[in-house]
């Protein structure tokens, strides 16, 4: 997440947005993969964590409260990966959230869709829906990758005067 410049100091490592889009690809496969077996053991008090964090994340959103989102989002995410019983697929998932952190301003627009699927997550879990909460997983990375090249090609287009 740092990158050092000698003499210069430490700065926080910005991800271009085709690594952002790289990363939200593999994160895909993997989230799909612990969704599946996150299924066969979720347990009622990991799905009462995941419902009383939807329910913080909805006061977060109606304030705009980016930072409290991303905290909310990862650990959301986290139970999710939990609850797969695989911790090499956790550790791997831990790496790549932590490598996203940085993206967490350009989130505003989406926020609600992004709750949104969420929830579509939760309830693939309280019905042990594997099919259900994979390709609501499948959605929730694409809608972020689809929000980056957006982004980027707002920006790009924004340098050029366009």
């Given at each position: 997440?740092?990158?050092?410049?000698p003499?210069?100091?430490?700065?926080?490592?910005e991800?271009?947005?085709?690594?952002?889009?790289?990363?939200?690809?593999?994160r895909?496969?993997?989230?799909?993969?612990?969704?599946?077996?996150?299924?066969?053991?979720?347990?009622?008090?990991?799905?009462?964590?995941?419902?009383?964090?939807?329910?913080?994340?909805?006061?977060?959103?109606?304030s705009?409260?980016?930072?409290?989102?991303?905290?909310?989002?990862?650990?959301?995410?986290a139970?999710?990966?939990?609850?797969s019983?695989?911790?090499?697929?956790?550790?791997?998932?831990?790496?790549?959230k932590?490598?996203?952190?940085?993206?967490?301003n350009?989130?505003?627009?989406?926020?609600?869709?992004?709750?949104?699927d969420?929830?579509?997550?939760?309830?693939?879990?309280i019905?042990?829906?594997?099919?259900?909460?994979?390709?609501?997983?499948r959605?929730?990375?694409?809608?972020?990758?689809k929000?980056?090249?957006?982004?980027?090609?707002?920006?790009?287009?924004?340098?050029?005067?366009?």
């Amino acid at each position: 997440l740092l990158h050092y410049t000698p003499n210069v100091g430490v700065f926080i490592q910005e991800l271009s947005p085709q690594q952002a889009i790289e990363l939200y690809s593999v994160r895909e496969v993997l989230e799909c993969m612990a969704a599946e077996l996150a299924v066969k053991h979720i347990t009622e008090e990991t799905l009462s964590e995941m419902k009383e964090n939807l329910n913080q994340q909805e006061l977060v959103i109606a304030s705009r409260d980016l930072i409290g989102y991303s905290k909310l989002d990862y650990s959301f995410h986290a139970s999710v990966y939990r609850a797969s019983h695989n911790e090499y697929l956790i550790e791997l998932l831990d790496s790549i959230k932590r490598k996203m952190r940085p993206l967490v301003n350009h989130l505003d627009e989406i926020l609600e869709d992004l709750h949104r699927d969420h929830k579509e997550i939760y309830e693939a879990f309280i019905q042990k829906d594997s099919r259900k909460a994979v390709r609501a997983f499948r959605n929730h990375n694409k809608r972020m990758r689809k929000h980056i090249e957006r982004e980027s090609f707002s920006n790009h287009k924004a340098h050029k005067g366009g």
